[in-house]
């Protein structure tokens, strides 16, 4: 069974600063792997998604690489700012055609002017 | 485009009633839908899989009598929570799937006193 874990649990940092988010998982039989942003009692806005076959995406100033055999993924921020405080969600994609996603608990993360 | 709907956002009702959330894609048609439900501090839980016509797949552990999910067309599903209780309390969120990724609904807060 699939189980993904995101560390830190809570992250503050002031403004300006570069940073990282860590995702790992279990099983390295992914499809994909895909991080989003989820503000207070909001949905999920998708950030990136890495392909299996992929080792990093980046999008502004985020960027996030994937290292399947070792069931790792880290999504790098830079340059933080106030507006980008907020709970991150790593979740990944099995084998198989199922779409199913199996999500972490997330990073919250505090970005102090 | 891609956007997902959810309604309503926000209910708060008794112990022993039933409660409609309903769930739509706005600008394309969803071969599949799923529901998830989120708690506090939580990560998102996959409860079921819904494709239009035919019935739900639910996840182990999650009550099919009790949260009714029907999926008559390509654009809505809609999932009831038959004699909710306190401990049903949470946070539910959709996604529609247009065959390669799921879009995610802003959720609906759902208390139950």
């Known amino acids: 069974k699939q189980e993904v874990t995101q560390i830190p649990a809570a992250l503050s940092v002031p403004e300006g600063e570069n940073l990282v988010l860590n995702c790992s998982f279990t099983d390295s039989a992914i499809y994909n792997l895909q991080w989003f942003r989820q503000d207070p009692g909001k949905g999920l806005t998708s950030l990136l998604l890495i392909q299996s076959s992929q080792r990093e995406q980046t999008s502004g100033r985020l960027n996030a690489s994937l290292d399947k055999s070792s069931g790792r993924s880290t999504l790098y921020i830079a340059a933080s700012q106030p507006g980008d405080s907020a709970t991150y969600l790593c979740?990944?994609?099995?084998?198989?055609?199922?779409?199913?996603?199996?999500f972490g608990k997330g990073t919250k993360l505090t970005v102090n002017p | 485009g891609a956007v997902v709907s959810q309604h309503p956002s926000r209910v708060i009702c008794k112990s022993g009633t039933s409660v409609k959330i309903e769930c739509r894609s706005l600008?394309?048609?969803?071969?599949?839908m799923f529901w998830y439900r989120q708690f506090p501090k939580q990560s998102l839980m996959l409860m079921a899989t819904s494709n239009e016509g035919s019935k739900a797949t639910y996840e182990q552990g999650v009550e099919k009598d009790k949260f009714l999910i029907n999926h008559a067309s390509l654009t809505l599903s809609t999932l009831t929570v038959t004699s909710a209780h306190p401990e049903d309390s949470s946070f539910y969120i959709c996604s529609a799937s247009d065959g390669g990724t799921q879009y995610f609904g802003p959720g609906t807060r759902l208390l139950v006193l």
């Open positions: 600008d394309f048609q969803a071969t599949t």
């Open positions: 979740a990944v994609r099995g084998l198989g055609g199922s779409e199913k996603l199996v």
